[in-house]
Protein backbone atom coordinates (compact mmCIF):
# COMPACT_ATOMS: atom_id res chain seq x y z
CA UNK A 1 0.00 0.00 0.00
CA UNK A 2 1.17 3.34 -0.54
CA UNK A 3 2.28 5.90 1.98
CA UNK A 4 0.40 8.96 0.76
CA UNK A 5 2.11 11.83 2.81
CA UNK A 6 0.74 14.50 0.85
CA UNK A 7 -0.98 17.69 3.15
CA UNK A 8 -4.17 16.58 1.60
CA UNK A 9 -6.13 14.57 0.62
CA UNK A 10 -4.84 12.30 3.65
CA UNK A 11 -5.64 8.63 4.26
CA UNK A 12 -8.47 7.12 5.34
CA UNK A 13 -9.13 4.58 7.95
CA UNK A 14 -10.92 1.38 6.82
CA UNK A 15 -14.43 1.91 8.54
CA UNK A 16 -14.75 5.64 7.27
CA UNK A 17 -14.00 4.00 3.54
CA UNK A 18 -16.12 1.49 5.19
CA UNK A 19 -19.31 3.69 5.52
CA UNK A 20 -19.22 5.49 2.11
CA UNK A 21 -20.06 2.32 0.36
CA UNK A 22 -23.71 2.53 2.32
CA UNK A 23 -26.67 3.16 -0.46
CA UNK A 24 -27.92 6.32 -1.50
CA UNK A 25 -30.94 7.94 0.86
CA UNK A 26 -33.17 10.73 0.03
CA UNK A 27 -31.55 13.99 1.16
CA UNK A 28 -34.59 15.46 1.71
CA UNK A 29 -35.58 12.24 4.16
CA UNK A 30 -35.84 11.73 7.53
CA UNK A 31 -32.51 10.10 7.53
CA UNK A 32 -30.40 12.49 6.01
CA UNK A 33 -31.85 14.68 8.56
CA UNK A 34 -30.48 13.07 11.97
CA UNK A 35 -26.96 12.43 9.75
CA UNK A 36 -26.69 16.19 8.66
CA UNK A 37 -27.56 17.46 12.20
CA UNK A 38 -25.16 15.40 13.91
CA UNK A 39 -22.19 15.66 11.89
CA UNK A 40 -23.34 19.63 12.22
CA UNK A 41 -23.23 19.22 15.93
CA UNK A 42 -20.02 17.62 15.93
CA UNK A 43 -18.29 19.54 13.43
CA UNK A 44 -19.14 22.35 16.10
CA UNK A 45 -17.98 20.74 19.46
CA UNK A 46 -14.26 20.13 17.01
CA UNK A 47 -14.23 23.91 15.76
CA UNK A 48 -14.87 25.22 19.62
CA UNK A 49 -17.45 27.10 18.38
CA UNK A 50 -21.14 28.25 19.29
CA UNK A 51 -21.79 29.88 15.52
CA UNK A 52 -23.78 28.63 13.20
CA UNK A 53 -21.58 26.07 11.02
CA UNK A 54 -22.35 25.33 7.18
CA UNK A 55 -21.30 21.83 5.76
CA UNK A 56 -21.16 22.66 2.12
CA UNK A 57 -19.97 20.38 -1.09
CA UNK A 58 -17.00 21.92 -2.77
CA UNK A 59 -13.74 22.09 -2.18
CA UNK A 60 -11.50 24.39 0.32
CA UNK A 61 -11.20 26.81 -2.26
CA UNK A 62 -14.69 27.02 -2.70
CA UNK A 63 -15.10 27.33 1.19
CA UNK A 64 -12.82 30.37 1.02
CA UNK A 65 -14.75 32.14 -1.77
CA UNK A 66 -18.07 31.41 0.23
CA UNK A 67 -16.57 33.62 3.11
CA UNK A 68 -15.61 36.55 0.59
CA UNK A 69 -18.93 36.76 -1.00
CA UNK A 70 -21.11 36.09 1.74
CA UNK A 71 -19.08 38.77 3.83
CA UNK A 72 -18.19 41.82 1.45
CA UNK A 73 -19.60 44.01 -0.82
CA UNK A 74 -17.19 45.26 -4.23
CA UNK A 75 -14.87 47.83 -3.45
CA UNK A 76 -14.59 47.21 0.23
CA UNK A 77 -11.36 46.91 1.93
CA UNK A 78 -10.13 44.02 3.44
CA UNK A 79 -6.94 43.50 4.26
CA UNK A 80 -4.84 40.32 3.38
CA UNK A 81 -2.42 39.17 4.97
CA UNK A 82 -0.05 35.98 3.33
CA UNK A 83 2.97 34.29 4.09
CA UNK A 84 2.77 31.94 0.82
CA UNK A 85 0.35 30.34 -1.95
CA UNK A 86 -2.89 29.79 -0.23
CA UNK A 87 -2.85 33.24 1.38
CA UNK A 88 -2.23 34.30 -1.78
CA UNK A 89 -4.79 32.44 -3.31
CA UNK A 90 -7.76 34.17 -1.18
CA UNK A 91 -6.79 37.73 -1.60
CA UNK A 92 -7.08 37.05 -5.55
CA UNK A 93 -10.70 35.75 -5.08
CA UNK A 94 -11.37 38.79 -3.21
CA UNK A 95 -9.85 40.66 -6.21
CA UNK A 96 -11.76 38.70 -8.68
CA UNK A 97 -15.38 39.64 -6.89
CA UNK A 98 -14.02 42.91 -6.65
CA UNK A 99 -13.05 43.35 -3.20
CA UNK A 100 -10.12 46.64 -2.72
CA UNK A 101 -7.39 44.16 -1.34
CA UNK A 102 -4.17 45.80 0.60
CA UNK A 103 -1.77 42.83 0.44
CA UNK A 104 0.50 42.47 3.48
CA UNK A 105 3.20 39.65 2.84
CA UNK A 106 5.81 37.82 4.27
CA UNK A 107 8.50 35.42 2.52
CA UNK A 108 7.46 32.38 2.54
CA UNK A 109 9.02 30.29 5.56
CA UNK A 110 8.58 33.00 7.61
CA UNK A 111 5.17 34.20 10.11
CA UNK A 112 3.12 37.40 10.14
CA UNK A 113 4.03 39.56 12.26
CA UNK A 114 1.30 41.36 14.29
CA UNK A 115 3.66 44.68 14.98
CA UNK A 116 3.12 45.05 11.20
CA UNK A 117 -0.70 44.34 11.08
CA UNK A 118 -1.13 46.34 13.40
CA UNK A 119 1.00 48.99 12.02
CA UNK A 120 -1.16 47.96 8.17
CA UNK A 121 -4.51 48.53 10.43
CA UNK A 122 -3.57 51.88 11.89
CA UNK A 123 -2.86 53.41 7.74
CA UNK A 124 -6.01 52.74 6.90
CA UNK A 125 -9.17 52.79 9.00
CA UNK A 126 -11.36 52.15 5.97
CA UNK A 127 -10.45 48.66 5.95
CA UNK A 128 -13.33 45.67 7.12
CA UNK A 129 -11.89 42.76 7.56
CA UNK A 130 -8.72 41.25 8.03
CA UNK A 131 -8.03 37.51 6.35
CA UNK A 132 -5.52 35.36 7.36
CA UNK A 133 -4.11 31.97 6.86
CA UNK A 134 -3.95 29.81 10.02
CA UNK A 135 -1.44 26.84 8.62
CA UNK A 136 -0.04 27.79 5.57
CA UNK A 137 0.29 24.26 3.87
CA UNK A 138 2.70 25.83 0.80
CA UNK A 139 5.22 26.84 3.27
CA UNK A 140 4.70 24.66 6.60
CA UNK A 141 4.25 27.55 8.79
CA UNK A 142 1.49 28.27 11.29
CA UNK A 143 0.59 31.98 12.35
CA UNK A 144 0.10 32.77 15.66
CA UNK A 145 -3.81 33.70 14.80
CA UNK A 146 -4.51 34.52 18.66
CA UNK A 147 -1.92 37.51 18.44
CA UNK A 148 -3.14 38.84 15.24
CA UNK A 149 -6.62 38.62 15.82
CA UNK A 150 -5.75 39.98 18.98
CA UNK A 151 -4.74 43.21 16.96
CA UNK A 152 -7.81 42.63 14.36
CA UNK A 153 -9.74 42.79 17.31
CA UNK A 154 -8.18 45.88 18.86
CA UNK A 155 -9.84 47.79 15.63
CA UNK A 156 -13.02 45.87 15.79
CA UNK A 157 -12.24 44.48 12.35
CA UNK A 158 -13.94 41.02 11.01
CA UNK A 159 -11.27 38.12 11.27
CA UNK A 160 -11.63 35.74 8.55
CA UNK A 161 -9.54 32.79 8.73
CA UNK A 162 -8.49 29.98 6.46
CA UNK A 163 -8.26 26.43 9.11
CA UNK A 164 -8.12 24.20 5.96
CA UNK A 165 -4.93 22.37 7.01
CA UNK A 166 -5.09 23.53 10.90
CA UNK A 167 -8.96 22.55 12.32
CA UNK A 168 -9.55 19.82 13.59
CA UNK A 169 -5.66 19.02 14.03
CA UNK A 170 -3.92 21.90 15.50
CA UNK A 171 -5.68 24.18 18.14
CA UNK A 172 -7.86 26.93 16.63
CA UNK A 173 -10.52 27.93 19.38
CA UNK A 174 -12.39 29.72 16.47
CA UNK A 175 -14.94 31.40 20.23
CA UNK A 176 -11.92 31.93 21.85
CA UNK A 177 -10.05 33.57 19.43
CA UNK A 178 -12.99 35.85 18.38
CA UNK A 179 -12.94 34.05 14.21
CA UNK A 180 -15.71 35.73 12.54
CA UNK A 181 -15.91 32.88 9.71
CA UNK A 182 -13.38 30.26 9.80
CA UNK A 183 -12.88 27.93 6.92
CA UNK A 184 -11.94 24.09 7.01
CA UNK A 185 -11.77 21.04 4.08
CA UNK A 186 -12.87 17.56 4.33
CA UNK A 187 -9.81 16.40 2.84
CA UNK A 188 -7.52 17.58 5.62
CA UNK A 189 -7.24 16.60 9.36
CA UNK A 190 -10.86 15.01 9.21
CA UNK A 191 -10.05 11.65 7.52
CA UNK A 192 -12.81 11.75 4.63
CA UNK A 193 -12.38 12.62 0.80
CA UNK A 194 -12.28 15.51 -0.79
CA UNK A 195 -15.85 17.27 -1.50
CA UNK A 196 -16.90 19.35 1.70
CA UNK A 197 -16.02 22.46 3.02
CA UNK A 198 -17.17 24.05 6.92
CA UNK A 199 -17.68 27.10 7.54
CA UNK A 200 -18.71 28.95 11.03
CA UNK A 201 -20.43 31.78 10.99
CA UNK A 202 -20.13 34.52 14.17
CA UNK A 203 -22.96 37.14 14.71
CA UNK A 204 -20.45 39.93 13.62
CA UNK A 205 -20.09 37.95 10.81
CA UNK A 206 -24.34 37.75 9.93
CA UNK A 207 -24.31 41.34 10.15
CA UNK A 208 -21.89 42.15 7.06
CA UNK A 209 -23.52 39.48 5.44
CA UNK A 210 -26.69 40.91 6.20
CA UNK A 211 -25.18 44.07 3.67
CA UNK A 212 -23.42 42.25 1.32
CA UNK A 213 -23.85 42.57 -2.31
CA UNK A 214 -21.20 40.34 -3.91
CA UNK A 215 -23.24 38.01 -6.26
CA UNK A 216 -23.54 34.89 -5.00
CA UNK A 217 -25.92 31.88 -5.64
CA UNK A 218 -24.49 28.29 -4.36
CA UNK A 219 -22.48 29.84 -1.67
CA UNK A 220 -25.36 31.77 -0.20
CA UNK A 221 -25.07 31.26 3.28
CA UNK A 222 -29.37 32.49 4.40
CA UNK A 223 -30.57 29.42 2.04
CA UNK A 224 -27.85 27.38 3.78
CA UNK A 225 -29.59 28.52 7.27
CA UNK A 226 -32.77 28.14 5.93
CA UNK A 227 -32.36 24.73 4.62
CA UNK A 228 -30.51 23.78 7.81
CA UNK A 229 -33.12 24.48 9.91
CA UNK A 230 -34.46 21.72 8.37
CA UNK A 231 -31.25 19.33 8.56
CA UNK A 232 -31.17 19.68 4.82
CA UNK A 233 -28.64 21.69 2.62
CA UNK A 234 -30.20 23.88 -0.53
CA UNK A 235 -28.81 21.54 -2.84
CA UNK A 236 -27.39 17.89 -3.16
CA UNK A 237 -24.62 17.24 -1.54
CA UNK A 238 -22.09 15.02 -1.35
CA UNK A 239 -24.20 12.22 0.41
CA UNK A 240 -21.36 9.89 1.16
CA UNK A 241 -18.54 12.09 2.38
CA UNK A 242 -21.11 12.99 5.14
CA UNK A 243 -21.25 8.89 5.57
CA UNK A 244 -17.74 9.02 6.02
CA UNK A 245 -17.49 12.08 8.31
CA UNK A 246 -20.51 10.62 9.97
CA UNK A 247 -17.82 8.15 11.34
CA UNK A 248 -14.32 9.86 10.97
CA UNK A 249 -15.73 12.50 13.75
CA UNK A 250 -16.51 10.27 16.00
CA UNK A 251 -13.36 8.28 15.98
CA UNK A 252 -11.88 12.44 16.48
CA UNK A 253 -14.32 12.76 19.56
CA UNK A 254 -13.06 10.06 20.76
CA UNK A 255 -9.55 10.83 20.77
CA UNK A 256 -10.36 14.22 22.16
CA UNK A 257 -9.28 17.00 21.08
CA UNK A 258 -6.10 17.58 23.97
CA UNK A 259 -4.75 14.04 22.35
CA UNK A 260 -5.39 15.33 18.48
CA UNK A 261 -2.83 18.17 19.02
CA UNK A 262 -0.81 16.66 20.99
CA UNK A 263 -0.55 13.73 18.49
CA UNK A 264 0.19 16.63 15.54
CA UNK A 265 2.57 17.60 18.07
CA UNK A 266 4.65 14.69 18.57
CA UNK A 267 4.31 14.05 14.60
CA UNK A 268 5.37 17.63 13.65
CA UNK A 269 8.45 17.23 15.85
CA UNK A 270 9.26 13.82 15.25
CA UNK A 271 9.20 14.90 11.39
CA UNK A 272 11.54 17.90 11.91
CA UNK A 273 13.87 16.12 13.93
CA UNK A 274 14.44 13.33 11.62
CA UNK A 275 14.87 15.95 8.60
CA UNK A 276 17.81 17.64 10.66
CA UNK A 277 19.28 14.37 11.71
CA UNK A 278 19.92 13.97 8.18
CA UNK A 279 21.53 17.35 7.89
CA UNK A 280 18.80 18.82 5.46
CA UNK A 281 17.05 22.04 6.16
CA UNK A 282 13.21 22.83 6.71
CA UNK A 283 11.78 25.99 4.97
CA UNK A 284 10.37 27.31 8.05
CA UNK A 285 12.30 30.31 9.59
CA UNK A 286 11.73 30.49 13.03
CA UNK A 287 11.11 26.71 14.52
CA UNK A 288 8.37 28.16 16.53
CA UNK A 289 6.32 28.72 13.92
CA UNK A 290 7.02 25.23 12.57
CA UNK A 291 3.41 23.80 11.12
CA UNK A 292 2.62 20.12 13.07
CA UNK A 293 0.54 19.30 9.95
CA UNK A 294 2.94 19.59 7.07
CA UNK A 295 7.04 20.07 6.94
CA UNK A 296 8.47 22.02 3.97
CA UNK A 297 12.11 20.40 3.53
CA UNK A 298 14.83 22.37 1.49
CA UNK A 299 16.63 19.40 -0.50
CA UNK A 300 20.41 19.26 -0.20
CA UNK A 301 22.17 21.69 -2.19
CA UNK A 302 22.38 20.16 -6.16
CA UNK A 303 19.33 17.63 -5.64
CA UNK A 304 16.29 18.29 -7.39
CA UNK A 305 13.20 17.68 -4.98
CA UNK A 306 10.76 16.24 -7.68
CA UNK A 307 13.39 13.47 -8.95
CA UNK A 308 13.59 12.51 -5.04
CA UNK A 309 10.19 12.39 -4.95
CA UNK A 310 10.04 10.47 -7.93
CA UNK A 311 12.33 7.51 -6.17
CA UNK A 312 10.37 8.06 -2.80
CA UNK A 313 7.62 6.72 -4.98
CA UNK A 314 8.89 4.25 -7.55
CA UNK A 315 11.04 2.52 -4.82
CA UNK A 316 9.35 2.56 -1.48
CA UNK A 317 5.61 4.04 -2.32
CA UNK A 318 5.86 7.18 -0.86
CA UNK A 319 3.88 9.88 -2.15
CA UNK A 320 5.28 13.68 -0.86
CA UNK A 321 4.29 16.94 -2.15
CA UNK A 322 5.94 19.43 -4.19
CA UNK A 323 6.70 22.64 -4.07
CA UNK A 324 4.23 25.41 -5.12
CA UNK A 325 4.25 28.82 -6.50
CA UNK A 326 7.76 30.39 -5.97
CA UNK A 327 8.66 27.48 -4.63
CA UNK A 328 8.35 24.73 -6.98
CA UNK A 329 10.86 22.43 -7.81
CA UNK A 330 12.99 24.28 -5.08
CA UNK A 331 11.07 21.89 -1.94
CA UNK A 332 9.26 19.08 -1.25
CA UNK A 333 6.55 18.97 1.73
CA UNK A 334 5.30 15.84 4.08
CA UNK A 335 1.63 15.91 5.37
CA UNK A 336 1.53 14.71 8.74
CA UNK A 337 -1.96 15.44 9.45
CA UNK A 338 -5.38 13.45 9.86
CA UNK A 339 -5.00 9.79 9.47
CA UNK A 340 -1.30 9.29 10.73
CA UNK A 341 0.59 7.46 12.93
CA UNK A 342 4.66 8.01 14.18
CA UNK A 343 5.11 4.19 12.18
CA UNK A 344 4.50 6.56 9.06
CA UNK A 345 6.93 9.54 10.02
CA UNK A 346 9.19 6.41 10.66
CA UNK A 347 8.48 4.93 7.46
CA UNK A 348 9.08 7.94 5.69
CA UNK A 349 11.53 9.48 7.21
CA UNK A 350 14.09 5.73 6.61
CA UNK A 351 12.68 6.04 2.94
CA UNK A 352 14.15 9.69 2.11
CA UNK A 353 17.42 8.37 3.93
CA UNK A 354 17.58 5.31 2.37
CA UNK A 355 17.16 7.68 -1.13
CA UNK A 356 19.08 10.16 -0.42
CA UNK A 357 22.59 8.40 -1.31
CA UNK A 358 21.17 7.42 -4.98
CA UNK A 359 20.73 11.34 -5.66
CA UNK A 360 24.39 11.87 -4.57
CA UNK A 361 24.19 12.83 -0.88
CA UNK A 362 24.63 10.66 2.19
CA UNK A 363 22.87 11.72 4.62
CA UNK A 364 24.20 12.23 8.65
C1 LIG B 1 -5.59 22.58 0.80
C2 LIG B 1 -5.72 24.00 1.19
C3 LIG B 1 -6.55 24.89 0.48
C4 LIG B 1 -7.29 24.49 -0.78
O1 LIG B 1 -8.16 23.47 -0.60
P1 LIG B 1 -8.80 22.76 -1.92
O2 LIG B 1 -9.71 21.75 -1.31
O3 LIG B 1 -7.65 22.17 -2.68
O4 LIG B 1 -9.48 23.81 -2.67
C5 LIG B 1 -6.65 26.19 0.93
N1 LIG B 1 -5.97 26.62 2.01
C6 LIG B 1 -5.15 25.81 2.70
C7 LIG B 1 -4.42 26.33 3.87
C8 LIG B 1 -5.01 24.48 2.31
O5 LIG B 1 -4.19 23.65 2.99
Redesign the pocket.
Known sequence: MENLRT??PTPCPEPVLQAQTKQMINHRGAEFQNIMNGVTQDFKTLFQTKNDLFILTG????G?EAAIVNLFSPDDKILSVSIGV?GD?WASIAQTFGADVTSLKFEMGEAADPDLLRKALQADPKIKAVLI?????SAGVTNDVASLGRVAKEFDKLLVV?G??SLGSIDCPVDKWQIDVAVA?S??GWMVP?GM?MLSVSEAAWKAHANAKMPRFYWDFSRAKKYLEKGQTPWTPAVSILYALNVSLKILLQEGLPNIFARHVRLGNMTRKGIKDMGLKLLVVDESYASNTVTAVWPPEGIDPDKLRKTLRDDFKLILSGGQGKLEGKIFRIGHLGYCSEKDIEDTLSAIKKSLPKHGYNPK
Open positions: PGAGTGLFRTHNETDISGQKPT
